[in-house]
């Protein structure tokens, strides 16, 4: 982090941890009408810890880190109330030129389709490079050769001879190195990986989660990393926050959710992946759909779908209930489901 | 489910070069993609064969070309007995009927200006000697039921339905003419969990009614597992390893099974700090100009000498109960280890 932000963001200073999402509500007003996209999510991410949002296509999960990065499209889309504290500070309140100068410094992120990313017209070293010119004011042959030694930290192999080519002359896995590369190349202190391997090979997707994981080790980063594969959660993670609905559900450290999940969703999700450790039977099946974001369930958005279900169920919003210091669940029945599943 | 030995689909050698051209006017040929390249494999009568494999290896030109959809550059596909690469008018549409596919991406693979009704039942259309006229309806209906739809929907659009539903239809559609080998191109992998599992057991219960036989395509091995009786793994092209699941997965001799393998996240995190993982360096070489020998050797980490001269048959070797290519094949249990 540069000086100036420091100053700015009064470092040091606050008690929390260095990323918090507070109570984050959007919306987005579409002709259709308004789609409650997140509904009062809330996590942190400390320096050098790894927090796994997990949840499904709409639940919300793309739309709060868009939020954070201040890239959410305004209109549609609406922040109707929370806040981001970005080092204490609520990047919300900030003007836009603020804002700029902590994206890529202060917070970075990786998409997912690193091809649609990348622009085809540059090269890609130029676009590395874009970074330090754009927000050091490094000179362009100075800005060139740090692209080169990036693309070489994350292992690409021959990276003086590839820095003038384009994006289609890389393989997948390759790509995605680049995106990374971009993302780290102002040494950002919180990275948000948005599905970085969903689009990859397992083999490729173990060397990109290695490289992450080393990156972070090396820098001390807070890595969000938002997914939807609960194999790669098991691996990388410290914490998970399981997403439904727009909604946090449960939110617990890796092991203890693994061991014993506290909401029916959750517990739900991890009956019904087939393992490739051991072959099972029938598997078992959430039933039903993920909700509609336009006309979301009353009470709790997961009842139509949950076997716990009760009356106060369809009628009460369950609010996320604290089970632990570091453990909470967003179910009326809680207890029921942790008692029950000790796996 | 057990399969019977007896085989319906009997695929030897086959391969398929695509030819790389050059020139606008006066075309030469420069080289060729070499997608397929020699595969071997037999299907039981309701078995579930898996194909694994990463993208590039020619999985979908494998499905593509057991379907007669491609025309294969040498080799044979044998349904019944009967040549399925060689047939043609007539003949090749009554074998077509046998051989049905679901196609992986729900959302370019139904027709938007279609009713289900009518994407359900219009292989009857083509072969309307199925069903007659008068019944088409009550029979499309009935495959809606049987696939866990409401057949009242039959007058909808794919899009006032969900991915899963949309799967659904995708098979109803590939169950209409009453196939015994449908070839399922990675039916679920752009479905949500939740819904993936819900997919593959209505693929398990129609596979118990109806006596199918399965080839399932896909990349991802934990839904491999789940759903074969035996699995072939491909790289560029060939088949390296093919055995039932258990040999496959608990004892794999193939160094690139061994990778593959070891690669997949286990969803469970105690122990992770200790897992022994194999991680590959580099991408898969082009198909274009595959390595010579053993077209692995180039990212194997027990390659020598002779793996670059002489390219290793898929045979059964010492120490091991299913056939691996590789000419130092050696059972590793990278899945349990760790």
Known sequence: MTEVLSEQMGSGSHSGALLEVDDLHVEFRTRAGVAKAVNGVTYSVDAGETLAVLGESGSGKSVTAQTIMGILDIPPGKVTGGEIRFRGVDLLKLPEDQRRRIRGEGISMVFQDALSSLNPVFPVGWQIAEMFRMHRGTSRADAKKKAVELMDRVRIPAAKERVNDFPHQFSGGMRQRIMIAMAIALDPEILIADEPTTALDVTVQAQIMGLLAELQRDSNMGLILITHDLGVVADVADKIAVMYGGRIVENAPVHELYKNPAHPYSKGLLESIPRVDHKGQELYAIKGLPPNLLEMPTGCAFHPRCPYRRDNCVTDVPPLYTISGTRGSACHYWREVIDEGER | ?338
């Open chain 2, 1 to 338: 489910m057990k399969a019977s030995a007896e085989s319906i689909l009997e695929v030897r050698d086959l391969v398929k070069h695509f030819p790389l051209t050059q020139g606008v006017v006066v075309k030469r040929q420069i080289g060729a993609i070499k997608a397929v390249d020699g595969v071997s494999f037999d299907l039981h009568r309701g078995e579930t064969l898996g194909i694994v494999g990463e993208s590039g290896c020619g999985k979908s030109t494998l499905a593509k070309l057991l379907m007669a959809l491609e025309r294969p550059t040498s080799g044979s596909v044998r349904v019944h007995g009967r040549d399925i690469t060689s047939a043609r008018g007539a003949e090749l549409k009554r074998m077509r009927r046998n051989i049905q596919m679901v196609m992986q991406d729900p959302y370019t693979s139904l027709n938007p200006r279609m009713t289900v009704g009518d994407i359900v039942g219009e292989p009857f259309e083509i072969h309307s000697d199925v069903v007659p006229k008068g019944g088409r309806r009550r029979r499309v209906q009935e495959l809606l039921e049987v696939v866990g739809l409401n057949p009242d929907h039959i007058n909808r659009y794919p899009h006032q339905f969900s991915g899963g539903q949309r799967q659904r239809i995708g098979i109803a559609r590939g169950l209409a003419l009453q196939p015994e080998i449908i070839i399922c191109d990675e039916p679920v992998s752009a479905l949500d969990v939740s819904i993936q599992a819900q997919v593959m057991n209505l693929l398990e219960r129609l596979q118990n009614e109806f006596d199918l036989a399965y080839i399932f395509i896909a990349h991802d091995l934990s839904v491999v597992r789940h759903i074969s009786d035996r699995v072939a793994v491909m790289y560029l092209g060939k088949i390296v390893e093919l055995g039932r699941d258990a040999e496959i997965y608990d004892s794999p001799t193939h160094p690139y099974t061994q990778a593959l393998l070891s690669a997949v996240p286990v969803p469970d995190p105690e122990g992770r700090e200790t897992r022994q993982r194999i991680i590959l360096q580099g991408d898969p070489p082009s198909p274009a100009n595959p390595p010579s020998g053993c077209h692995f050797r180039t990212r194997c980490w027990k390659a020598q000498d002779i793996c670059a001269q002489q390219a290793p048959a898929l045979e059964v070797r010492p120490g091991s109960g299913h056939p691996s290519a590789c000419h130092f094949a050696e059972v590793r249990d990278v899945v349990n280890a760790q």
